[in-house]
């Protein structure tokens, strides 16, 4: 379709351009061209000429190459190798280069999604340009965040893109470099978190053994309308930035499994300050030595569960009680209390979200 509105911008500069001309495709194929004859054919250029997005003459022909996402999509051409020739392909390509920004923000889905997410678009427009697009606007939608070590060089893009290929239901958009959003429409029996992270897990496995990357995801919550997936989209972001604070190691993130850590996050740094000053009083919780927060740590997985912590960490039983009490004496916190051992699990998680807010300034 947007080869008709290249044809269209063309029969503008008949008159004007005495040359013939016209825009090529990826495979150099003219599709729209001052004349009507020549569309269709194929013209002998090697496109692979133009990877700096100069002006180049070939043949007696001047060519102006059009890249969209750092990818040569287009090439106007004007067969004359003139100085005048020269600025025209500029022109045009500078005219081309509008009209495909138009026609994504107008007629492409991908673009309009996108621009959701963004909050590029008003509240009130989303539903008429859901019509005339023909996206179901009440349908339930899932986003998916997929976050990248490294950056994308369109690998992960396209293994995903075949992993999600019905294109009236399913979009896979890249935001940045390091960036992925998945928007899908789901049905009443996708709707369980293990569902969900069920389809996570096997992206996840897919891209690791297809582009050797790895990747983290973000959960967002179902968004029952177009407008709800912006909603969507945030709570992802959030999931993954929670999960890069409090649980780093792990590639799943859903933004309704994230429990004390969402609050924590939503908390302002000064009152988590006075909260750690208040339970680790004089610094106490800077003399706890590796081996001693490791121990902390495991005696929380292991329920408080002495015996069984102590054999998890082939120590005896006797020692571990010792490495308590010695906790005990320099934070007033006796772990074998519930309350206690509450008091101070938040606190290491506040002391690292503290931390991280730290890094980030």
């Known amino acids: 379709m947007i080869n008709k509105h290249f044809q269209s911008a063309i029969y503008q500069f008949v008159g004007i351009i005495e040359y013939p001309f016209g825009i090529l495709d990826e495979n150099s194929i003219v599709i729209a061209s001052s004349s009507n004859s020549a569309i269709g054919k194929l013209l002998p250029v ?6 700096d997005g100069s002006v180049v003459t070939e043949g007696g022909v001047t060519y102006k190459p059009i890249f969209v996402r750092s990818k040569l999509k287009f090439c106007v ?30 007629y ?13 678009i008003l509240p009130g427009d989303i539903y008429a340009r859901s019509k005339e697009l023909k996206l179901a606007y009440e349908v339930p939608r899932m986003v998916y965040l997929v976050n990248l070590s490294v950056q994308d060089d369109g690998d992960v893009h396209a293994i995903l893109s075949g992993m999600f290929p019905d294109k009236g239901k399913q979009f896979v958009i890249t935001l ?7 928007i899908t429409e789901i049905g009443e029996t996708d709707l369980s978190t293990k569902k969900k992270e069920e389809l996570v897990s096997t992206i996840i496995d897919t891209v690791r053994s297809e582009a050797m990357i790895n990747i983290c995801v973000g959960i967002g919550s179902v968004a029952n309308t177009l407008r709800d997936v912006a909603v969507s989209y945030r709570e992802a972001q959030v999931a993954l930035e929670i999960g890069r604070v409090f649980d780093a190691e792990k590639e799943i993130l859903n933004y309704e499994s994230l429990g004390i850590g969402r609050l924590i996050y939503q908390l302002p740094v000064k009152l988590c300050q006075m909260f750690l000053d208040e339970v680790f009083k ?49 934070t007033g916190l006796d772990l074998r209390e519930f309350d206690d051992a509450i008091i101070f699990k938040v606190a290491m998680m506040v002391k690292k979200y503290l931390s991280a807010n730290v890094m980030k300034i």
């Open 108 to 120: 492409d889905a991908g673009n309009f999604l996108k621009n959701i997410l963004s909050d590029s």
């Open 282 to 330: 004089k610094d106490s919780i800077d003399k706890l030595d590796a081996e001693t927060l490791m121990t902390i740590q495991k005696f929380f997985d292991n329920s408080l569960n002495i015996s069984e912590t102590s054999r998890k960490l082939f120590i005896h039983r006797n020692t571990l009680v010792y490495r308590l009490d010695k906790i005990q004496k320099l």
């Open 77 to 106: 051409y004007v067969e004359s190798d003139t100085e005048f020739a020269a600025k025209y392909a500029q022109m045009l390509a500078a005219t081309f280069a509008n009209i495909k920004q138009f026609y994504e923000e107008k």
């Open 46 to 51: 090697d496109l692979d000429l133009f990877q």
């Open 176 to 182: 940045d470099e390091k960036n992925i959003a998945i």
